[in-house]
C-alpha cells in the first residue's frame, strides 16, 4: 500500500510517542521509588535521633533522682519532691517503647522498599545531623524541569495526539493499493491524476471512504478532543512543576535557617539545664527550676531532629521536582541508605 496521504506514518509515528510515554511513566514510578526510599531512610535517622534524646533525657532524670534519694535519706529533700522525679523517670522510660516501635516499622518499610526480607535486614544508620545536603544555587535554569520525567510522558503523549489528528485527516482520502494489474502497480493509481481521475471514486480496487463520512469524521473529531485534551494536560505538567520546585526550595530554605535557630535554642537550653543541675546539687535552687529547664531541653532537642527530618524530606522534594537533583555530582541519588543483611 502506498502511505500516499501519510495515514501510516502519522500511526506509525504516534505508535512510538505512545510507546515513549510507558517508558517516561517507568521513569516516572522509578524516581518516585527512589525519593520515597530516601524518605524513609531519613525517617529511621529521626527515630534513631529520637530514642537518643529519649535516653539521654532519662539518664539526665535518673542521675537526678539518685540525687533526691540521698537528699531525701539525709532530711534535706521532702516525699513530695521525690515522688515528682520518680514520676518524671517513669514516663520517661515510657516513652521509649512507641520510639522503638517507629523505628522498626520504619526499617521493616525500607526493606520492602528494596524487596529484601525484613527479619534480616538491617539499617546501618546514624544521625541526620550527619547528612549534608547539596548546596542549591541560585538561578538554576528552567531547563532542569526537562529532566522531570512526568513532563516528558505529557509531552510524548501530546506528540501522539498530534499524529493521531494527522493519520485520522488522512483517514479520509483514499487508500491506494498495489496490485498486480500490470505488474508494479494498480489501474486506479496510474490512473489517478489522468482524464479519468474520477475512477478512484468508482473503483472497487481502492479502499473508499465515502460511504464512512460520518464515522471517519467523529474519528476526526475525537482525535481533536484527545488532542486538546493532551495539551492541557502537558500545560498542567508543566506548571506543576514551576509550582512543585518553587514549593521545595521555600521549604528547604526556611527549614534550614530554622535548624541553625533551633540549634542555638538546644545549646542555650543544655547549658541552663547544665547550670541547673550544678546549682540544685548545691542547694541553691529548687527541684521545679530543674524539671523546668530538663522538660526545656527535651522539647527543644526533639524540635531539633524534627526540624532537620522536614528539612531532608524537603530536599528530596526538590530532588523530585527537578527530575533528578540539581547538581552534576551531588545530587541526592548519591545518598542511598547503607544496608546490611
Do not use: C, H
Request: aromatic residues 8%; hydrophobic residues 45%; without cysteine.
Amino acid at each position: 500500500m502506498i502511505d500516499f496521504w501519510g495515514k501510516n506514518r502519522a500511526t506509525l509515528m504516534a505508535a512510538e510517542e505512545s510507546a515513549s510515554v510507558s517508558r517516561y511513566n517507568r521513569e516516572v514510578v522509578t524516581l518516585t521509588t527512589i525519593v520515597t526510599v530516601a524518605n524513609t531512610y531519613f525517617q529511621i535517622l529521626a527515630s534513631q535521633d529520637q530514642l537518643r534524646v529519649a535516653r539521654r533525657n532519662l539518664a539526665a532524670a535518673e542521675r537526678i533522682l539518685t540525687l533526691i534519694k540521698q537528699q531525701f535519706n539525709g532530711g534535706t529533700a521532702s516525699q513530695l519532691e521525690l515522688s515528682q522525679q520518680e514520676a518524671l523517670v517513669a514516663t520517661v522510660r515510657a516513652s521509649i517503647p512507641p520510639l522503638q516501635v517507629t523505628l522498626e516499622q520504619n526499617i521493616a518499610t525500607l526493606a520492602l522498599l528494596v524487596a529484601r526480607a525484613p527479619a534480616n535486614f538491617n539499617v546501618a544508620g546514624g544521625t541526620a545531623s550527619q547528612i549534608a545536603v547539596p548546596r542549591v544555587t541560585p538561578g538554576m535554569p528552567s531547563e532542569l524541569l526537562y529532566q522531570r520525567p512526568d513532563v516528558r510522558q505529557a509531552e510524548a503523549q501530546l506528540a501522539s495526539s498530534n499524529f493521531s489528528v494527522e493519520a485520522a485527516r488522512a483517514a479520509f482520502f483514499p487508500q491506494i493499493q498495489l496490485t498486480a494489474q500490470t505488474g508494479v502497480q494498480s489501474a486506479a493509481l496510474a490512473s489517478l491524476f489522468g482524464p479519468g481521475a474520477w475512477f478512484y471514486t468508482l473503483s472497487s480496487g481502492l479502499t473508499q471512504p465515502l460511504f464512512d463520512g460520518f464515522l471517519l469524521e467523529s474519528q476526526l473529531k475525537q482525535a481533536k478532543g484527545v488532542q486538546l485534551q493532551n495539551l492541557q494536560a502537558y500545560r498542567k505538567a508543566v506548571l506543576s512543576a514551576f509550582a512543585d520546585v518553587e514549593k521545595a526550595l521555600v521549604a528547604l530554605a526556611k527549614y534550614t535557617l530554622q535548624e541553625r535557630l533551633q540549634a542555638e535554642a538546644v545549646a542555650a537550653s543544655r547549658k541552663a539545664f547544665d547550670v541547673s543541675e550544678t546549682q540544685f546539687r548545691g542547694g541553691t535552687v529548687n527541684l521545679l527550676t530543674v524539671l523546668q529547664t530538663q522538660q526545656t531541653l527535651f522539647t527543644a532537642e526533639n524540635t531539633l531532629v524534627q526540624v532537620r527530618l522536614l528539612k531532608l524530606l524537603a530536599a528530596s522534594s526538590l530532588f523530585q521536582a527537578l527530575g533528578g537533583g540539581w547538581t552534576p555530582g551531588g545530587t541526592l541519588a548519591s545518598l542511598e541508605p547503607p544496608v546490611q543483611n
